[in-house]
């Protein structure tokens, strides 16, 4: 149980972390602009798991 709380705590960290990283990146941003870039890094990183993944039948 301990082993939960203690993951919890650390991903929650890292969820922080990074929404702090995509909110300074956006700051500056229109809405426009934020959909535009969201749409190009979903694409990009559905293209990189296609490329890199394996296939599955």
Do not use: E, P
Not at 10 to 35: C, E, P, W
């Amino acid at each position: 149980m301990h082993l939960d709380i203690g993951h919890m705590a650390v991903i929650s960290l890292v969820h922080g972390l990074v929404y702090d990283v995509i909110f300074k990146a956006t700051r500056n941003l229109t809405v426009m602009q934020t959909a535009g870039l969201a749409v190009v890094v979903i694409a990009g990183l559905w293209l990189a798991a296609r490329m890199f993944g394996g296939k599955r039948r």
